[in-house]
Structure formats: C-alpha cells, structure tokens
C-alpha cells in the first residue's frame, strides 16, 4: 500500500501545475488522483475547482471536459450543487456561444447528475457534420448540421432524410459511433459488408455483438434485417451457417435458449472443473437442463469429460428426475433424454426407469400435452427408438385423448411406422358410434386424402359432429382446436363437400341447424349464412319463410320476440351447461368402474336421455315458430296480434291481447293464440256474437264489443 500524501507536498505539486500554463488536464488529473487516494481529500476538491478555472484561461476546451469528467466522477453529489456544476461547466465553454448552447442543453443547472450531463454534453459536442450515430427507433443517422441557434440536430436517418431532432432529445436519444462499430463500416463501404454476410456470417455477427453487445437470437435478427445488413428473407440461411460456426468458437457463448443472450467473451469458454463446480451446485431442474443440453450439443468437450465429472453429471440428471413433480411430466422426459445423450448409465443414473413410467397407462399423455411443440417430434422418436413395441401400444390406445398438435405429430410418426391400418380402425370406430373429438375430426379434416383411402364418413355425415363439437365449452387447447374447427365453415370449398353431399330437404334442415346453433354468435352466424346462401341461393326460405318462391303464411307459427329469446335462452343453457355438466358427471361414474352397480352412472344416463329428448323438442320448437312484433296484423278482425272486447252476458266486459303460440300472461291479459278462447274469436268481426270458453266449462255467447290494434304497452312488453 503506498505511504499517504503529505498535504505540504501535494500543495507544492499543485502549485507548480498552476505556474505552468502548458499544463495538460492529464498532469491535473494525475495529481488530484493522487490527493483523492492520500489524505487530502479536502484539498483536492478546492484544486479541481482551480485546476478547472487554468485550464479555461489557458483555453483548453477538451482538456476542460476531460476534467469535468473526472470530477463528475469522483465528487459525492452532496458537495457541489447543479448551480455550482452549472457555474464550472460555463468555465469549460467561455465565451463560446455554441458551447454555451450545449451546455444548456445537456441539463446542467437542473435536476441531473453530474455525469449524466457531462455523458450529455461530450455527446452532444460531437455531433458535427459528417458524424454517424444510432437512434433507439430510426436507427442508423449521418449527422448534416448543429444549429446551436435553434437548438437542433439535422440527422439524415434511413428513410428519414434532414430530419430535425431538438439537441435535449439528441442527448438522451443518441449514440455516437465510431468508425469500428458495424453500421458505421456498413455505412462506408456496403459492397464490403455484404460480401461478409455472404462469406463469413460468423465474423459479421462478432462485429455486431462487438457493436452492440450481447444481444439474443431475436434482438440479433431485428438488428441486423432492420438496419440493412441482412435482407430478411437471407436470414435463416445468414443465422444457421453463423451459429454453426459460433458454437464451435470458444471466445463466443451461444446459449441453449433463444431468449438469453449471445455474449463475446474475454477468455475462452470451457468445460473445465469451475463449471462442473456450478453445476454441482445448482438446485433449478431447468437451468441444469439447460446447461446439460449445451454439453450434449458440443461432442468435443463430452468426450473429454473425466470421470469425476461425469459423475456430477449422472447426479445433477437424477436430481432432475427426482425432483420433476407430477405437474412436470416434460422436464423428467428432457432429463430422460439427455441423460441419454450424455451417455449416463445405471446406476449412477437410471434414466431408463423414468422412461419406463410413461409407457404405462395414460401417463404418456400429461407429458405430450406439457412440452413445447418443437420437442414433441424428438420425444416421440426418442420413445420409439428405445421400445418401439411399447410406444406404438401406448400411443394407439391413448390416441383419442391427445391435444391437437400432439395428436398430429403422433399421427405423422405412427403412419411412418407402418401403423396405418390400426389407426384407421380407431378413426373407423370413433366415427361409427360418434364418439370421435374435435381433435380427431380436425385431423380427418385437414387430411381429406387419407380420409378417402381410409373409406371414413363423408363431409356432409361429419359436419353435424363438427357443430356438436363446436357448441362444447372447452378451454385451453381444446379451445384453440375449436377455432381452428370452426374455421373450416369459412372455407367455401368444405361448405361445397358438405352441401352436396345432402339432398335438399337435408340441406334446409342442416342450414336450421346452423342458424340455430350456439357455436357461432350472432354477427358470425350472419357472415355463415351469407356463405352458404351465395353457394346456394334456394336455402333463402329457410331465413324468409318462403317455399319454392311462394310466401307461407304470415301468421301461422309465430311468437313475440320475448318469448322467442326466452326459447333460445333455454336451449342456449341446455347446450352449454346441462348437457356439458351431464357429460362431465357421466364421465366420472364411468371412471368409477364397474357400470352395471353403478346408481350414479345409471341415474347420470336418465338425465342425459331427458336433456337429449329435450334438445330435440326445443330444435323441433325453434325451427317451426318465428319471432314478429305483430306490425303485419290484420286490421279489423280478431287474431293474433290484436286486442279484443267482448261483453258477456249481465254486462260484464272483458278484453283480452292475442298474441302468438307461446306468449302466455294472464295478469296483462296477454292470451296465446293456442288457446281455445283465442281460436274462437279468430277471424270475428266488432258486433258479431260469438261462443266462447269460461272457466267453467260451458260455453256462453257473448258479444265482440271492437278488435283494436296492441296497445304501446303491450307493443313494448313483446321486445
């Protein structure tokens, strides 16, 4: 440790340096570091401030700032004031207006750190002419002109030519480059640059992160396409040759995962005894993951591991396939495999048992459903490479319970393996009795040729299935394949396979049953039966009311629109919570074991024989009643849609409102045109005598005093 600073002798530098008037700001700065570091702190915070008043009088611009520098950086903010830094600042400019501008504009004076303005201020200085700098948003700029005057920076950024930036907004917003930084060789010679990218990606992602510094896989491709040093459709070809070359280069760390960084590093990068000692030490199953699955990836250094190592590694491998819960079926099946591609054998690590347990039962399908997509292909050929026999079994008899994308990968490695005809056989029957899901029938879908060669349901004995699917209420990844289901019925080409498949009859009964169903909300339903119509105008009866270009009756099976909605309300909640609750209730009774004792599950499949016969009595309902507001009512004689008076015998008078066949509500006197009184009256005239039902049971004649449009309050009680 050196001897502490005599403050007599320090005092005598200093004032040799202040008799000087060629001293440099270094010999400054070398003195006053030397009174920091001894005992005169005190003394060297009173010098800098007469070292920064000789360098002025001796004009020293840069020297100045490189001692305000300094002292920004080694003086606590509670000694000077933003007035004092402000007050040393102006000594650095003079009397230079430009100088003052900028000061100004860096923020001394305010609210800012010391640092912070003079980073600000040495940035803003070098914004000259011809100077080239990065923006967070518009990317690379060529500086044209600093108006000190108006307080602006002319930049020419790409696409953005002599656009005006305010110097505040310059200084916190800029970058200034020097002329090893990547956009600024991009900039000087282009033709060079992309020779590079064509010849050497590797060298041209080390100058960007040397550029830029550590930057993900992502971060890395927006900097690149975006300022123009690789075209965008070039990436992928760019990015796989420089990673190949990258992971083998032991100055660059390219990690495992897309969304860490890639960093330079200052010293080779190895697997040496400090690595392994991490890792001996780590506890988080996926960061052992991820740095197992770096050393699988470099063949070199797993063949180099010595024993001890390798040992570590069997143990860090087991704690992972331990210490995946239940709820982390993939990270146990990644330990598993990787294990295996780091030649760990039992017992120091027993990753065949593991594998073991997803064979059994239905535990393979927890782990499919909890990976990513891009592991599910490697995990499906790892299981068939380690017991085809066992994995071919276990994936035909669970096949009907796999999500979507695992499902569709399952498909894609069975019909490789020759397991083409006991898939048909299990599409055949689920089919057969109705019983296939959603995601099944996406994949016959999305398969029409397989579908054919397979001799499955056509389009249109599928499409009813497909709606039941639809009208399900499913979350998660079911929902996704729902989605994906119902955007079927956008494609005019399924429309056309499902329609002709059906005769006319069938086609109108089919379009009711979209129109009715809950699977699509109303504008979507609008925007399906516009398809359909445009592919097959005849069905507009269904929606008009029309046969064969004849209009049917105005007033034969209608209702008000309450009532029409409170119908749909009831079907509406019929689909999607009885139904669905039944089906939830049948399944854990079936669970339960032996069927043929099970009250639960008998009692659970009466419901579901009411809640079907009732769906189809409220589908029959729907699609033979339409809703009206009665407008189109006759006039002048009694029927639905009007309010009549009839006087009975004695005196007594008594009005009632027919209205249509399910509009029932005796405290209004709202009557449905079912009834017997409402039948009775049908088609009278004010003043003839009529025979109409009592309570009683005798009928009495009575007179029709007027028949008289609804009242606005009776009007307003059917919306």
Same mark, same amino acid.
């Given at each position: 440790?050196?001897?502490?600073?005599?403050?007599?002798?320090?005092?005598?530098?200093?004032?040799?340096?202040?008799?000087?008037?060629?001293?440099?700001?270094?010999?400054? %700065?070398?003195? #006053?570091?030397?009174?920091?570091?001894?005992?005169?702190?005190?003394?060297?915070?009173?010098?800098?401030?007469?070292?920064?008043?000789?360098?002025?009088?001796?004009?020293?611009?840069?020297?100045?700032?490189?001692?305000?520098?300094?002292?920004?950086?080694?003086?606590?903010?509670?000694?000077?004031?933003?007035?004092?830094?402000?007050?040393?600042?102006?000594?650095?400019?003079?009397?230079?207006?430009?100088?003052?501008?900028?000061?100004?504009?860096?923020?001394?004076?305010?609210?800012?750190?010391?640092?912070?303005?003079?980073?600000?201020?040495?940035?803003?200085?070098?914004?000259?002419?011809?100077?080239?700098?990065?923006?967070?948003?518009?990317?690379?700029?060529?500086?044209?002109?600093?108006?000190?005057?108006?307080?602006?920076?002319?930049?020419?950024?790409?696409?953005?030519?002599?656009?005006?930036?305010?110097?505040?907004?310059?200084?916190?917003?800029?970058?200034?480059?020097?002329?090893?930084?990547?956009?600024?060789?991009?900039?000087?010679?282009?033709?060079?640059?992309?020779?590079?990218?064509?010849?050497?990606?590797?060298?041209?992602?080390?100058?960007?992160?040397?550029?830029?510094?550590?930057?993900?896989?992502?971060?890395?491709?927006?900097?690149?396409?975006?300022?123009?040093?690789?075209?965008?459709?070039?990436?992928?070809?760019?990015?796989?040759?420089?990673?190949?070359?990258?992971?083998?280069?032991?100055?660059?760390?390219?990690?495992?995962?897309?969304?860490?960084?890639?960093?330079?590093?200052?010293?080779?990068?190895?697997?040496?005894?400090?690595?392994?000692?991490?890792?001996?030490?780590?506890?988080?199953?996926?960061?052992?993951?991820?740095?197992?699955?770096?050393?699988?990836?470099?063949?070199?250094?797993?063949?180099?591991?010595?024993?001890?190592?390798?040992? %570590?590694?069997?143990?860090?491998?087991?704690?992972?396939?331990?210490?995946?819960?239940?709820?982390?079926?993939?990270?146990?099946?990644?330990?598993?495999?990787?294990?295996?591609?780091?030649?760990?054998?039992?017992?120091?690590?027993?990753?065949?048992?593991?594998?073991?347990?997803?064979?059994?039962?239905?535990?393979?399908?927890?782990?499919?459903?909890?990976?990513?997509?891009?592991?599910?292909?490697?995990?499906?050929?790892?299981?068939?490479?380690?017991?085809?026999?066992?994995?071919?079994?276990?994936?035909?008899?669970?096949?009907?319970?796999?999500?979507?994308?695992?499902?569709?990968?399952?498909?894609?490695?069975?019909?490789?393996?020759?397991?083409?005809?006991?898939?048909?056989?299990?599409?055949?029957?689920?089919?057969?009795?109705?019983?296939?899901?959603?995601?099944?029938?996406?994949?016959?879908?999305?398969?029409?040729?397989?579908?054919?060669?397979?001799?499955?349901?056509?389009?249109?004995?599928?499409?009813?299935?497909?709606?039941?699917?639809?009208?399900?209420?499913?979350?998660?990844?079911?929902?996704?394949?729902?989605?994906?289901?119902?955007?079927?019925?956008?494609?005019?080409?399924?429309?056309?396979?499902?329609?002709?498949?059906?005769?006319?009859?069938?086609?109108?009964?089919?379009?009711?049953?979209?129109?009715?169903?809950?699977?699509?909300?109303?504008?979507?339903?609008?925007?399906?039966?516009?398809?359909?119509?445009?592919?097959?105008?005849?069905?507009?009866?269904?929606?008009?009311?029309?046969?064969?270009?004849?209009?049917?009756?105005?007033?034969?099976?209608?209702?008000?629109?309450?009532?029409?909605?409170?119908?749909?309300?009831?079907?509406?909640?019929?689909?999607?919570?009885?139904?669905?609750?039944?089906?939830?209730?049948?399944?854990?009774?079936?669970?339960?074991?032996?069927?043929?004792?099970?009250?639960?599950?008998?009692?659970?499949?009466?419901?579901?024989?009411? #809640?079907?016969?009732?769906?189809?009595?409220?589908?029959?309902?729907?699609?033979?009643?339409?809703?009206?507001?009665?407008?189109?009512?006759?006039?002048?004689?009694?029927?639905?849609?009007?309010?009549?008076?009839?006087?009975?015998?004695?005196?007594?008078?008594?009005?009632?409102?027919?209205?249509?066949?399910?509009?029932?509500?005796?405290?209004?006197?709202? %009557?449905?045109?079912?009834?017997?009184?409402?039948?009775?009256?049908?088609?009278?005239?004010?003043?003839?005598?009529?025979?109409?039902?009592?309570?009683?049971?005798?009928?009495?004649?009575?007179?029709?005093?007027?028949?008289?449009?609804?009242?606005?309050?009776?009007?307003?009680?059917?919306?």
């Amino acid at each position: 440790m050196s001897d502490p600073v005599r403050q007599d002798d320090f005092e005598n530098r200093v004032l040799a340096l202040l008799e000087n008037e060629k001293a440099k700001a270094a010999d400054w %700065i070398a003195a #006053l570091e030397e009174g920091r570091a001894g005992d005169v702190s005190s003394a060297t915070r009173e010098w800098a401030a007469m070292a920064q008043e000789a360098l002025s009088k001796a004009g020293n611009v840069e020297g100045g700032i490189a001692l305000l520098k300094w002292r920004a950086e080694n003086t606590p903010p509670e000694q000077m004031t933003s007035k004092d830094w402000l007050k040393a600042a102006d000594l650095v400019a003079g009397s230079n207006p430009h100088l003052l501008a900028l000061i100004q504009e860096a923020g001394f004076g305010q609210r800012l750190a010391a640092r912070e303005c003079v980073r600000r201020f040495r940035l803003l200085q070098s914004l000259k002419p011809g100077a080239l700098c990065l923006h967070r948003t518009w990317g690379f700029g060529v500086v044209q002109k600093a108006d000190s005057l108006y307080k602006k920076i002319d930049i020419n950024f790409r696409g953005r030519p002599g656009h005006g930036l305010a110097m505040k907004v310059a200084a916190e917003t800029l970058e200034v480059l020097d002329e090893s930084h990547l956009l600024a060789r991009l900039h000087k010679d282009r033709d060079a640059i992309q020779q590079q990218v064509k010849e050497s990606p590797a060298d041209v992602v080390r100058a960007a992160l040397a550029s830029f510094g550590p930057l993900t896989a992502g971060a890395l491709q927006e900097k690149l396409v975006q300022s123009g040093v690789v075209p965008e459709g070039d990436w992928k070809r760019f990015w796989d040759g420089a990673r190949k070359v990258l992971k083998a280069d032991p100055m660059v760390n390219v990690p495992a995962k897309r969304t860490d960084p890639i960093r330079l590093l200052d010293r080779a990068f190895g697997y040496d005894d400090s690595w392994f000692d991490r890792l001996a030490n780590e506890r988080d199953i996926k960061t052992i993951l991820d740095r197992a699955r770096e050393l699988a990836e470099n063949p070199a250094s797993l063949a180099a591991i010595q024993p001890a190592q390798k040992q %570590i590694l069997a143990n860090r491998m087991t704690f992972v396939l331990k210490g995946a819960t239940s709820r982390q079926p993939g990270l146990k099946l990644m330990g598993a495999m990787l294990a295996s591609r780091l030649n760990l054998e039992a017992p120091a690590c027993d990753w065949s048992a593991a594998l073991r347990e997803f064979l059994q039962g239905s535990a393979i399908v927890p782990l499919l459903h909890d990976l990513p997509a891009r592991e599910l292909k490697p995990t499906l050929e790892f299981l068939w490479t380690q017991d085809a026999d066992s994995t071919r079994s276990v994936l035909l008899t669970q096949l009907r319970h796999l999500h979507f994308g695992a499902l569709q990968e399952t498909m894609d490695l069975l019909l490789r393996q020759g397991a083409g005809e006991a898939c048909r056989q299990i599409f055949a029957e689920a089919c057969a009795t109705h019983l296939i899901r959603e995601e099944m029938l996406l994949w016959a879908l999305r398969n029409p040729e397989r579908r054919e060669a397979w001799d499955l349901p056509l389009p249109a004995v599928l499409a009813p299935l497909v709606v039941e699917e639809l009208e399900q209420d499913y979350m998660g990844d079911r929902l996704k394949t729902q989605k994906m289901l119902r955007e079927k019925f956008e494609e005019a080409d399924w429309l056309r396979s499902v329609f002709d498949g059906l005769t006319q009859g069938r086609q109108m009964d089919f379009f009711k049953r979209l129109n009715l169903s809950p699977a699509w909300p109303g504008l979507d339903r609008q925007v399906l039966q516009a398809k359909i119509l445009k592919l097959y105008p005849h069905l507009q009866s269904v929606i008009t009311g029309t046969a064969d270009g004849v209009p049917v009756a105005t007033y034969g099976a209608v209702t008000s629109h309450r009532s029409y909605r409170e119908r749909q309300e009831q079907f509406e909640k019929l689909i999607n919570v009885d139904i669905p609750a039944n089906a939830k209730v049948i399944g854990v009774a079936r669970s339960e074991g032996d069927l043929r004792e099970n009250a639960g599950y008998k009692a659970a499949k009466d419901m579901q024989a009411l #809640l079907m016969s009732r769906r189809a009595e409220l589908e029959n309902m729907i699609s033979k009643v339409r809703p009206t507001d009665f407008s189109e009512a006759p006039r002048g004689v009694a029927g639905v849609g009007s309010t009549v008076t009839l006087e009975y015998p004695g005196g007594h008078v008594e009005h009632f409102h027919i209205l249509g066949e399910w509009d029932q509500q005796p405290e209004k006197h709202i %009557i449905s045109s079912n009834t017997r009184m409402a039948k009775a009256l049908a088609g009278k005239k004010p003043g003839d005598k009529v025979m109409v039902p009592t309570e009683e049971g005798p009928e009495v004649e009575c007179l029709l005093q007027s028949v008289a449009e609804l009242s606005p309050e009776i009007k307003e009680w059917v919306k």
